[in-house]
């Protein structure tokens, strides 16, 4: 499945020659050059993995970390410093940071630490099969989603999601039930993560999102997929 990352780093040379290899390894890049940059967009967008610059010329990397992970961003973040300071990692795992690269690194190195980071965020159970509801045609083997005649592009967290929904149909499912199923949080975490992300699919699989036919609230409960 084709991944999505938002790279946030100040250095043109350095933004550069990552987003090249980054692109030329299958992944698609968008670049961000300011914190603020950087946090707008990780809002806006929905991102399958996060490259944060610790040292920005506005707001740092791990204000950026924190800020998204209040929001409800649930994507791993991988953060870049030139600092080789063991408070700033302790800081930046302790913020919601998943690892921590120091430069300078080998590109090597950071292609396997975003692999890594990848494979254990988003692995989907290969078993299961293709769903129709609506114009919404959901392959789950070939991990592909379409709507009418045009392709979804969904991040491997929404994908993992609409299969939980779709998978317990009819059923009222709460948000603790959501983050533990579909996230692996067992601990009492904001459930702003589960809204955020039900939104997102919303946008992408509704005719009109403000008025859900198939993902509903379930007031003072959590959701409901109708389908």
């Given at each position: 499945m084709h991944r999505k990352i938002l790279l946030v780093e100040d250095e043109p040379g350095l933004r550069m020659t990552l987003?090249?290899?980054?692109?030329?390894?299958?992944?698609?890049?968008?670049?961000?050059?300011?914190?603020?940059?950087?946090?707008?967009?990780?809002?806006e967008e929905s991102y399958d993995l996060f490259v944060l610059d610790?040292?920005?010329?506005?707001?740092?990397?791990?204000?950026?970390?924190?800020?998204?992970?209040?929001?409800g961003i649930a994507a791993p973040i991988l953060m870049l410093t030139a600092r080789d300071q063991t408070v700033d990692k302790v800081l930046g795992l302790k913020l919601g940071a998943d690892d921590y690269l120091t430069k300078p690194?080998?590109?090597?190195?950071?292609?396997?630490?975003?692999?890594?980071?990848?494979?254990?965020?988003?692995?989907?159970?290969?078993?299961?099969?293709?769903?129709?509801?609506g114009s919404v045609r959901a392959d789950f083997r070939k991990a592909e989603v379409s709507r009418g005649q045009e392709k979804v592009d969904l991040a491997a967290k929404?994908?993992?999601?609409?299969?939980?929904?779709?998978?317990h149909r009819g059923e009222a499912l709460t948000r603790e039930q959501l983050l533990k199923d579909v996230w692996g949080y067992h601990a009492a975490t904001s459930t702003r993560t589960?809204?955020?992300?039900?939104?997102?699919?919303?946008?992408?699989?509704?005719?009109?999102?403000?008025?859900?036919?198939?993902?509903?609230?379930?007031?003072?409960?959590?959701?409901?997929?109708?389908?």
């Open positions: 987003t090249d290899r980054l692109q030329k390894e299958g992944y698609g890049v968008e670049t961000a050059a300011t914190g603020d940059e950087g946090h707008r967009r990780g809002l610790i040292m920005l010329p506005d707001r740092n990397g791990l204000d950026i970390c924190r800020d998204l992970r209040q929001q690194f080998e590109m090597m190195e950071l292609l396997a630490r975003i692999e890594a980071l990848l494979r254990r965020a988003y692995a989907i159970a290969p078993s299961g099969g293709t769903y129709q509801f929404e994908l993992q999601l609409l299969r939980y929904f779709l998978d589960v809204d955020v992300h039900v939104s997102w699919l919303r946008q992408k699989l509704e005719d009109d999102p403000r008025q859900p036919r198939w993902i509903l609230t379930m007031h003072g409960i959590g959701y409901k997929f109708e389908g």
